[in-house]
């Protein structure tokens, strides 16, 4: 470099710490855009959710009256429902219903993976064939299943017939007609569990069965090996999903059954108890603490869900 020139860039001062050349963080500049774009959000959320939850939470200790108007009870109505034998029995119905549901898990899976393959023809027929039911409102759905469980002229009682099965009164039965309300809750998550298990499956490459065929393994080896592992979060998903409907089962229970039938007492679940407690019974503050108890039921099954999934999802 020759004598009086200026090499480039001197004389330039440094940028000050935590000045204009400073890396600045996401959304730094932009003002109130995040907050409008997510505000309404917030506010659905904070109005629909939070806003019900805390006033059920108030309501679980006070008794209405008849005409309104409520008293401040404490915690009557939480030992009421301690010493509830109901509760105990609703409790166990909605598990039991819950896990029958849960089995629809790994067959949506299977039916997944089959309508997976490679060449199948009409894979968006069936699908929307499977996905159809879930659509469908639930109380038209089970009156369509009470026809097909008519223990005198229903058509399952029919083709168990033909192959000498004698058939029971499904919906009047105690014990049937939870496993009856139980299968149809299966049959209408199916759909929902196959869109979603689908999707995951289109994600895995074809090059691992390639793979695993040229390596000797059969169709049930890959399932099992690459299929299973390659969709476990989706698996997860569903599986909380499912569980949480589970738990909320009531409207499939009040439609099926009905409120008539001698056989309710032993199959109610606690969504079904709420109901009864709130509405015919008009004892608002125990249904409210009824209510208290499913939110925390269900959100300690699903703390558990999220503690168990470390041990069988992993990220592949």
Known sequence: MTAGTTAPG????????????RRRGPGAGQGAWPLLFVGPLVFGVAVFYLWPILRTAYFSFTEWGVFGGSTWVGFDNYARLVTDPELGRAALNTL??????????????VLAALLNR????GVT??????????????????????????GDYGILNWALGLVGIEGVYWVSTPGWSLV??????????LGFNIIILSAALRNV????YEAASLDGASPARQFLAITVPMVGRSV???????????????DLLYALVGTA??????????????WEASFPSNEKGYGAAIAIAILVMTACVTAVQFLLQRKWVHDV
């Not at 001197?10 to 050349?21: N, V």
């Not at 039991?96 to 899976?109: C, F, Q, S």
């Not at 139980?182 to 209408?188: Q, S, T």
């Open 236 to 250: 997860f998903f569903v599986t909380v999903v499912t569980v949480i409907g589970g738990l909320q089962l009531f």
């Open 10 to 21: 001197a004389g330039r001062t440094a940028p000050a710490p935590g000045g204009p050349a």
């Open 96 to 109: 039991a219903y819950t896990a029958i549901v849960l089995l629809g898990v790994p067959i949506a899976l």
């Open 125 to 150: 027929l069936y699908r929307t064939l499977f996905f159809l039911p879930y659509v469908a409102m639930p109380v038209a759905v089970a009156q369509v299943w009470k026809i097909i469980y008519n």
């Open 180 to 189: 009856a309300t139980a299968v149809l809750g299966l049959w209408l998550s």
């Open 261 to 274: 039938n001698p056989v309710m007492r032993e199959t109610k679940s606690l969504v079904y108890l709420f």
């Open 205 to 208: 490459p074809r090059e691992l």
């Open 118 to 121: 490679p060449g199948l023809r």
